[in-house]
């Protein structure tokens, strides 16, 4: 199995940043496809970003396309999200993904293709 703990979250004003980190423990973190969801009140858990294996690949959600940007370190094995242009739509639990399979040529978008997860972590945008 593989460990996930997000940190990062906070208090940020309407068009702040924010930069999550994802720590994973293990030593296949490389193996596994990474991706970050978020879930806010009264709505169901949606796609932010993903990244591949080796971080040479990534996608987004349009909701957060120009703004945010996902990277990894294979060698610290960790992932983040940075998070700019905040805005207060952005506001829910953010968490961290790893896949349980890697298919090729797949988006791994949904969170039925995500095997483990982290506790989550808070980000509140104020306006």
């Known amino acids: 199995q593989v460990q996930l703990v997000e940190s990062g979250g906070g208090l940020a004003q309407a068009g702040g940043s924010l930069r999550l980190s994802c720590a994973a423990s293990g030593r296949t973190f490389s193996l596994h496809v990474m991706g970050w969801f978020r879930q806010a009140p009264g709505k169901e858990r949606e796609f932010v970003a993903a990244i591949s294996r080796s971080g040479g690949r990534t996608a987004y959600a349009d909701s957060g396309k120009g703004r945010f940007t996902i990277s990894r370190d294979n060698a610290k094995n960790e992932v983040y999200l940075q998070m700019n242009s905040l805005k207060p739509e952005d506001t829910a639990v953010y968490y961290c993904?790893?896949?349980?399979?890697?298919?090729?040529?797949?988006?791994?978008?949904?969170?039925?293709?995500?095997?483990?997860w982290g506790q989550g972590t808070q980000v509140t945008v104020s306006s």
């Open positions: 993904a790893a896949a349980a399979t890697v298919f090729s040529g797949i988006i791994y978008n949904t969170a039925k293709q995500y095997g483990y």
